[in-house]
């Protein structure tokens, strides 16, 4: 069971950046298909972005498309979410998990969340 560990969030300005990571680990590892989720203040989780490196597939949601950019390290198991241009709307709960990753969208894969890190955009 895979299992996964959020880091690098927090309070930055507007158009600043971050870069968050999610580590992961577990008998049956496999980074193929991971999903970036986050989850504002009374707002239902939000698929951001997913990385499918079988089907060769990554997505964006469009209100992130061209300021986040998902990347992933095998060697150190470790997908990444480089966040620029942050903006207020941007302020959330962010989690990784695997999921199911296709062109238009992503959906996470078992029940659950983990400890997700905080992002908050503020001036």
């Known amino acids: 069971q895979l299992q996964f560990v959020e880091s690098g969030g927090g309070l930055v300005q507007p158009g600043g950046s971050l870069r968050l990571s999610c580590a992961a680990s577990?008998?049956?590892?496999?980074?193929?298909?991971i999903g970036w989720f986050r989850q504002a203040p009374g707002k239902e989780h939000e698929g951001v972005s997913c990385?499918?490196?079988?089907?060769?597939?990554?997505y964006y949601a469009d209100s992130v498309k061209g300021r986040f950019t998902i990347s992933r390290d095998n060697a150190k198991n470790t997908v990444y979410l480089q966040m620029n241009s942050l903006k207020p709307e941007d302020t959330a709960v962010y989690y990784c998990?695997?999921?199911?990753?296709w062109g238009r969208g992503t959906s996470k894969v078992g029940h659950g969340w983990g400890q997700g890190t905080q992002v908050t955009v503020s001036s």
């Open positions: 998990a695997a999921a199911h990753c």
């Open positions: 577990g008998s049956t590892l496999d980074l193929s298909r």
């Open positions: 990385i499918n490196s079988r089907a060769g597939i990554i």
